[in-house]
């Protein structure tokens, strides 16, 4: 009788032992996350916008979660070269993509893209946005919005404006303007933003929808006239130039966007643990500051939230290209 009560004991034992180890080991592999260095693959070159976030990024999660997260930047193909780095990468966390606008925008605009935005990857942080700003040379005839229709109405074609490239959202900003004021303007890409807001202090171009931060010193130094901000909301930084919904433009809102991916199949705990990560340093009083240097806002919001974003960008932008029959082979 000892002997079987000794072989219970044990048995109970046994199987209390497996029940804690089985109720212990999810919670032991979530917390596991990262265990060497991981990388934040960037699309364009080392000082824009793009890669300035990427750093803020990458150094928060590095201090927060005890291991290097190194940024690499993949410049090429308008970010296409990166997006399609992190597309085919391991779904283990460890290759991340900061993403910006552009991604949604090249599904449509190119005709042999290899990754599909809404499918290969994993969102997981709507890091930042940043507002257009539609600015013109200080020496154009006109000096608001209205005055600008009724001069390209008047005289067609007679309006030049500049972009960072075709396909940017600078470029397509211009395009979503023509359409719904109803008016033609010519476009001329340049390659970058600084070379496009060169020409337009020069006068070879007389207008652009450019970002915030590079506009910025222009515009308070006079040397361009700010006309209407390109958000849903007006910029605290010149809190007297009004939005374009304001001016009779109700379905205009273009913000240039910034956030992580990850390659689909990343696991859900790997997911949430990188975004809550990224909400807690998104409200620290030193990336704020940061942040309202680069006239970006933040919100907070879940991976689910930034993937049904993604999906609204991708169709919304593509509902542009289409048609404004733009297409880059």
Not at 48 to 55: F, K, S
Not at 245 to 266: H, K, M, R
Request: proline share 6%; aromatic share 8%.
């Amino acid at each position: 009788m000892k002997g079987r009560s000794l072989f219970r004991v044990a048995a109970l034992a046994m199987s209390l032992g497996f029940g804690f180890m089985a109720m212990t080991s999810p919670a032991k592999a979530e917390t596991k996350y990262p265990e060497h260095a991981a990388k934040v693959v960037v699309g364009f070159s080392p000082g824009g916008t793009t890669d300035v976030l990427a750093r803020i990024v990458a150094k928060g999660l590095s201090d927060e979660l005890g291991e290097s997260f190194v940024v690499e930047n993949k410049a090429g193909a308008g970010s296409n070269i990166a997006t399609d780095l992190v597309a085919r990468a391991k779904p283990d966390g460890y290759t991340l993509l900061m993403m910006a606008i552009t991604t949604t925008i090249n599904q449509t605009l190119y005709n042999n893209i290899k990754f599909n935005v809404e499918k290969d990857f994993a969102p997981v942080a709507l890091v930042a946005k940043v507002p257009n700003v539609l600015v013109a040379n200080k020496n154009m005839p006109y000096n608001s919005v209205k005055e600008l229709v009724d001069h390209a109405k008047a005289k067609p074609e007679d309006v030049i404006y500049g972009s960072s490239g075709s396909g940017t959202s600078m470029h397509l900003s211009g395009e979503l303007f023509k359409q719904q004021a109803g008016i033609e303007m010519l476009h001329i890409p340049y390659g970058g933003s600084g070379p496009a807001m060169t020409a337009l202090l020069g006068g070879q171009v007389h207008v652009m929808f450019d970002n915030m931060p590079s506009s910025a010193p222009h515009i308070k130094a006079g040397s361009l006239k700010p006309f209407a901000i390109t958000s849903a909301s007006r910029s605290p930084a010149f809190p007297d130039v009004p939005t374009l919904q304001e001016l009779g433009y109700p379905n205009f809102t273009v913000d240039s966007w910034f956030g992580i991916v990850a390659p689909a199949g990343t696991p859900k705990e790997i997911v949430d643990k990188l975004n809550a990560t990224i909400e807690k340093i998104l409200s620290k009083p030193e990336v704020v500051e940061q942040l309202d240097g680069l006239g970006a806002v933040t919100e907070k919001n879940t991976p689910e939230q930034f993937g049904a974003f993604i999906s609204a960008e991708t169709k919304s932008w593509g509902d542009v290209i289409r048609k404004g029959g733009i297409s880059v082979d």
